[in-house]
């Protein structure tokens, strides 16, 4: 460690801590510098700035926050761009720790810009760390591209243990990925590359168990079960060289889950009854938690109910402990499977109901993640863009300036003599067309870097098309109950047509034995099963319209505009909720006046109708006495007017702006996703037509939608 390094490590101590004022700093006497020397002189940089980062991390947000800018500011002004890249990253991990994602996503990306001019080793470094920061916020191909570069340049420095960290770490994104094949590939490099460390750190030698581990977990994906065994047993023979119980708690816990693949379900409670006490040991209540089901399932396999019903119940009290979502999905089913098993089927549905309703809210949660992490990606899109644009303009502009600055000296050469003024002449000439040359290039760069933005902007549209198919699936599977209801009404008629079909056919055998009465019995049973035919051919007319309804509206948005009827549109969404408006007790009322076709998406409207339709009812889940939903249409010169009204509690004037904005919801928590009304307006907007609400609180709430006849903006629609 060089001296100035030494001193800016002293300076950012002392500014992180504020052990000393600034004025009590310059009052230091040579021997408190020495003693500090002494302290930090054996500490390697990266050591340093890690205890730096893990005290600010402990300070509550604003404090912890100010401690991290206090190091970068001191790093900036006396550090070595390497200490500045290391700090800038260290706080852009405080950020992302903090819960502060575009600070970090900052802080990252300047630190990363900054490495550049940075040695290999450093550019290596900053490559690792934000790839860890991708990875984090689900930007998998961002991670792997950054991983990859990382151990290129660790490779070029000969830096053998962080080149087995990013082989280790690239094989863990591969299998996030679900490439199996190239995880278990590059599980094997890292594995030789720890083979060439010679001081492995304790992170590292955890690694080298999980590297095992990831390819034994792969085998059993790629369904290569005895290899799959084999890895497991080198991993956890690892864990025991590196006295490591955690480690072989969890490769015993891979073992079980493998022994139950293969139905050895003896070896299976064995390895995961050792986790579970490991799990207690340790208080991690959690995996306490989630082995305890686990061997409760296991138990249940065996048919011994009892010794599984004892685990559950234990799992039970462990489970308010435990904040992940997998652990309760995973303690429901344990539940459902040995209720099941034992006949009590009551209790089944209710553990399935609960699994059910944890899924629900992942799935909710799922897609707002996917939404967040597609938004991240394209403002990063958009940042580099603008970075490229901006570098091409400062290009630009420096290219002027060197020029204005050569034309005064060729002024001032003039002067002193006419052959030095040829020369430079001459030299001005050469250098002019180089620039022009170099302008050229430029301009090419900034025309490609439009293109790219142009087709950013493409990309988007398109993602804004599949967040509507999205929000649409989603409705659907809310529905799914109500259309199964209303599929099953038609079907119980033709089930009971059949057995009347059945029933008749008997009679005529029985009347077969007796031909003075055959004639008779033969034309009752004739009219009968007329009869029975009539009702069964409705039930199946029934069950196609719910049917061509349902594959209609769950149709991608592929067909352009077209001429449609609304009325059909409207139909379409009422004939999908006609089961939850029953169930509501909802009475619905139509005023349909003629109206002519109108150039439109059916599958389009038919989302909007569906959505709003949908929130009425939610909103007159609460009225007592009738619940009357109004549908009115209606023409006003070249616009249609489509009106749908509730007798709700309303929307309150101060809510009224804000229901038609993304993610706004008024809803319980997994009800909905504030997605509804915002797609709505956003086709209404496309189809340059108007959607508005009309309502006062406590007197119900009224949508209108008003949509040009030929597609050209109405009147009434502006």
């Not at 700035?49 to 509550?60: N, Q």
């Not at 450093?122 to 490559?127: E, I, Q, V």
């Not at 305890?292 to 402990?321: F, G, N």
Request: aromatic content about 8%; hydrophobic content about 40%.
């Amino acid at each position: 460690m060089t001296p100035l390094r030494t001193l800016v490590l002293i300076l950012l101590f002392l500014s992180f801590f504020s052990w000393v004022t600034p004025a009590a700093a310059q009052d230091v006497g040579e021997d408190v510098l020495k003693r500090k020397f002494a302290v930090l002189k054996n500490d390697s940089l990266e050591t340093y700035l890690d205890s730096l980062y893990r005290h600010a991390l402990a300070l509550p947000f604003e404090e912890s926050i100010l401690h991290g800018q206090a190091v970068l500011l001191a790093a900036k002004q006396m550090g070595t761009p390497d200490i500045v890249v290391r700090t800038t990253s260290a706080l852009g991990q405080l950020y992302f720790e903090k819960g502060s994602i575009k600070e970090a996503f900052g802080n990252f990306n300047a630190a990363y810009a900054l490495a550049q001019s940075c040695s290999k080793s450093t550019r290596g470094w900053m490559a690792l760390h934000i790839s860890y920061f991708y990875k984090a916020i689900n930007l998998l191909p961002e991670a792997q591209e950054k991983i990859q570069e990382a151990a290129i340049l660790f490779h070029a420095v000969g830096d053998q243990k962080r080149l087995f960290r990013s082989n280790y770490f690239l094989s863990i994104i591969y299998y996030i990925e679900n490439d199996y094949p190239r995880s278990i590939d590059q599980s094997k490099v890292a594995i030789e590359n720890f083979k060439t460390i010679k001081k492995p750190e304790k992170q590292d030698s955890a690694e080298f168990i999980s590297a095992h581990n990831t390819a034994g977990l792969c085998y059993v994906y790629t369904n290569s079960l005895d290899a799959s065994l084999e890895w497991y047993n080198k991993a956890e023979q690892l864990a025991i060289d590196f006295h490591s119980p955690v480690w072989l708690g969890i490769i015993r816990w891979s073992k079980a889950n493998l022994y139950i693949k293969l139905k050895r379900y003896p070896e299976a409670l064995e390895q995961i009854k050792f986790g579970y006490r490991a799990a207690m040991n340790y208080h991690q209540l959690s995996d306490a938690c989630h082995t305890a089901a686990t061997v409760a399932r296991v138990l249940t396999l065996m048919k011994r109910y009892p010794e599984a019903k004892v685990y559950l119940d234990s799992a039970k009290i462990l489970l308010p402990h435990s904040i992940d979502d997998n652990v309760r999905l995973y303690y429901w089913q344990a539940s459902a499977d040995l209720s099941n098993a034992e006949g009590k089927y009551k209790n089944a549905v209710f553990a399935l109901q609960k699994l059910n309703a944890i899924r629900d809210s992942l799935f909710v949660g799922k897609e707002k993640a996917n939404f967040e992490r597609d938004a991240i990606r394209q403002e990063m899109e958009w940042r580099d863009a603008e970075i490229n644009l901006l570098k091409a303009r400062n290009e630009i502009f420096a290219l002027e300036v060197a020029r204005s600055k050569f034309q005064r000296n060729v002024l001032i050469a003039s002067i002193v003599t006419f052959i030095v003024l040829l020369v430079i002449i001459y030299a001005a000439y050469q250098n002019k067309k180089s620039s022009h040359r170099a302008l050229m290039a430029k301009n090419e760069v900034i025309e490609r870097h439009q293109k790219e933005l142009t087709q950013s902007i493409e990309n988007l549209k398109i993602a804004q098309e599949h967040l509507v198919q999205s929000e649409k699936m989603v409705s659907l599977g809310v529905l799914t109950a109500g259309i199964a209801h209303e599929i099953n009404n038609p079907l119980n008629f033709i089930s009971g047509g059949v057995e009347a079909l059945t029933s008749e056919i008997d009679d005529l055998h029985k009347a077969a034995a007796n031909p003075a009465a055959l004639q008779k019995n033969f034309n009752e049973a004739e009219e009968n099963i007329r009869d029975i035919l009539t009702t069964i051919g409705n039930g199946v007319q029934r069950t196609n319209k719910i049917i061509m309804n349902l594959l209609f509206f769950s149709s991608p948005q592929t067909r352009g505009m077209e001429m449609i009827d609304v009325h059909e549109t409207l139909e379409a969404a009422l004939t999908i909720l006609n089961s939850k408006l029953k169930e509501s007790n909802i009475h619905v009322i139509k005023n349909y006046k003629t109206l002519p076709p109108v150039l439109a998406s059916a599958v389009q409207l038919s989302q909007v109708f569906l959505n709003i339709i949908d929130n009425a009812v939610y909103a007159m889940s609460t009225v007592e006495g009738p619940r009357n939903l109004i549908i009115s249409t209606a023409q006003h010169g070249d616009v249609i007017k489509i009106s749908i009204s509730d007798n709700g509690p309303g929307v309150p004037p101060s809510l009224q702006r804000k229901i038609m904005d993304p993610f706004f919801t008024t809803k319980e928590v997994g009800k909905g996703t504030g997605l509804g009304l915002s797609i709505s307006l956003g086709i209404i907007n496309n189809h340059k037509g108007s959607l508005h609400v009309v309502s006062e609180d406590g007197k119900g709430a009224e949508f209108i939608t008003y949509l040009p006849v030929n597609g050209s903006v109405g009147k009434e629609s502006k």
